[in-house]
């Protein structure tokens, strides 16, 4: 398995300007290439692409939550391989969309999903044919790899499942250790009730939301002794859903970020 890595949250940042079209304009391109350009029949720009799998030679990977892949009217590809963030040049003709050479984070991933972004990374490049039936969009490579995606629209604040994919401390994000992925989550309702799981023990709260702020009451929680990476984890979580913290919303992602520097950022998930 891959070493733990983290990234600085400003690279994370810049990756998304750069590769940002929809609100705020494209980016340069990668490798040389500058923006690509879309001119096709087929609806794929300015939608949320959720990857469902990637099938490479023959072998079928679903995809972990969070993987997902956005084309902007600017000629940009932008997205999360499932742990690390990606940018690239793409255009888009008639049903053919063409992906450039592009960037990615270097977070460290547990071992399963490294091998999900290394094959989505070999099929996400270069010329691929694309097929739309209703929200599901199937993108092929020349050699019959191919790539499945469902449409999916934007996850609200509230009522959403929200699970935690990796860990901010100040200016730094750490994707969550082995073995605790998919363990911590929480959902605000719409009365104000807080519930979810810190990675070990479940918990319950109210907070209130304003503007671009939730603030969190005191947590109740189970008791269970945590310890290792899962009390790592906990631990941290703790220090984030109390209090005042400040919240970003970005289509079916969010970041919540403490006084203290102490943050996580989470995707939306099903179940």
């Given amino acids: 398995m891959r070493n733990q890595l ?4 400003t690279a994370l940042a810049l990756l998304a300007l ?62 999360n391989y499932g742990c690390n963030q990606f940018g690239a040049a793409v255009k888009v003709e008639g049903d053919t969309v063409t992906v450039g050479k592009g960037e990615m984070t270097e977070m460290g991933c547990a071992e ?9 990374k070999d099929a996400f490049t270069g010329k691929l044919k694309a097929k739309l ?14 790539i499945t995606l469902t449409s ?23 994707s969550l250790p082995a073995g605790t992925e998919k363990n911590a989550w929480f959902t605000l309702a719409k ?5 979810g799981s810190l990675g070990c023990n479940t918990f319950s709260s109210t907070a209130k939301v304003s503007g671009s702020t939730i603030t969190f009451d005191r947590l109740a929680s189970t008791r269970k002794m945590c310890a290792g990476t899962a009390g790592t984890v906990e631990n941290h979580l703790r220090k984030v859903l109390e209090g005042k913290v400040t ?19 989470a995707n939306a998930t099903t179940g």
């Fill in 152 to 174: 999916e629209p934007a996850a609200p604040l509230a009522g959403t499942k929200w699970t935690v994919n990796s860990l901010l401390t100040g200016d730094v994000a750490t």
């Fill in 18 to 79: 750069a590769a940002c079209g929809t609100e705020s304009g494209s980016g340069s391109g990668s490798g040389g290439d500058g923006g690509g350009s879309v001119t096709t029949d087929l609806p794929l720009t300015g939608v949320h692409w959720t990857v469902d799998s990637v099938t490479v030679d023959g072998k079928k990977s679903a995809a972990p939550n969070g993987a997902h892949v956005e084309i902007t009217d600017k000629g940009r590809a932008q997205g």
């Fill in 133 to 146: 039936v209703d929200k599901n969009l199937t993108l092929t490579t020349p050699k019959g790899d191919s």
């Fill in 191 to 195: 009365d104000g009730s807080v519930r």
């Fill in 247 to 265: 919240f970003n919303l970005q289509h079916r992602g969010i970041t919540l970020t403490g006084p203290n520097g102490k943050g996580v950022s």
């Fill in 6 to 9: 983290s990234i600085p949250v």
């Fill in 112 to 120: 399963d999903i490294q091998g999900f972004e290394e094959a989505m």
